[in-house]
Antibody, heavy 121, light 107 residues
Framework: QLQLHESGPGLVKPSETLSLSCTVSGGSISSSNIYWGWVRQSPGKGLEFIGSIYYSGNTYYNPSLKSRVTISVHTSKNQFSLNLSSVTAADTAVYYCARLRYSGDYGLDYWGQGTLVTVSS | DIQLTQSPSSLSASVGDRVTITCRASQSMGNYLNWYQQKPGIAPKLLIY???TLQSGVPSRFSGSGSGRDFTLTISSLQPGDFATYFC?????????FGLGTKLEMK
């Protein structure tokens, strides 16, 4: 059974970089036609798609966050990661990693449990 | 960005009721519309993809329909575990976007 698990700091200071990792178990991150993505959820903005990556390294970023986001894949570790720079309180949210079939055409079918990241000094 | 408007935003119903939730898109989207169920403190769960295809393991009382800009999620006979928040999501155009959700509560 495929499982995804997010890890990273739960508290980040304003203007610093939020860094999260997602470890995939029970399957290969290098599977064909499978993308890996990040979604966040906050009371104010609901669910927001941040971006996605293919095992080859091809990425897509939400234009609203593109200038601050980097998603990377680490195939040897079966992991992918999220960096979000210059954070503010508006970036406080629960961050989920998820699997996208066919780049998302068939939805996000596996999700991590989510990790709350609070931006505060 | 494609905006998804869900209605109602909240709904009270009883076990055994038939429930319909609507999702209207700001533009036509083909069949790239997905539905999720979320319970408090838990990640969303994919119920239906491509408008009407049931995700593996999802009970057949859930169904989806629609085309163009208008889509619906129907629960034919509510069960106790169905009280949750439901979201639609489009994968027709980047960036993928979600509706704001419909909270289904017990009457």
């Amino acid at each position: 059974q495929l499982q995804l698990h997010e890890s990273g700091p739960g508290l980040v200071k304003p203007s610093e970089t939020l860094s999260l990792s997602c470890t995939v178990s029970g399957g290969s991150i290098s599977s064909s036609n499978i993308y890996w993505g990040w979604v966040r959820q906050s009371p104010g903005k609901g669910l927001e798609f941040i971006g996605s990556i293919y095992y080859s390294g091809n990425t897509y970023y939400n234009p609203s966050l593109k200038s601050r986001v980097t998603i990377s894949v680490h195939t040897s570790k079966n992991q992918f990661s999220l960096n979000l720079s210059s954070v503010t309180a508006a970036d406080t949210a629960v961050y989920y990693c998820a699997r996208l079939r066919y780049s998302g055409d068939y939805g996000l079918d596996y999700w991590g449990q989510g990790t709350l990241v609070t931006v505060s000094s | 960005d494609i905006q998804l408007t869900q209605s109602p935003s909240s709904l009270s119903a009883s076990v055994g009721d038939r429930v319909t939730i609507t999702c209207r898109a700001s533009q036509s989207m083909g069949n790239y519309l997905n539905w999720y169920q979320q319970k408090p403190g838990i990640a969303p769960k994919l119920l239906i993809y491509a408008v009407s295809t049931l995700q593996s393991g999802v009970p057949s009382r859930f169904s989806g329909s629609g085309s163009g800009r208008d889509f619906t999620l129907t629960i034919s006979s509510l069960q106790p575990g169905d009280f949750a928040t439901y979201f639609c999501q489009q994968s027709y155009n980047s960036p993928y976007t979600f509706g704001l959700g419909t909270k289904l509560e017990m009457k």
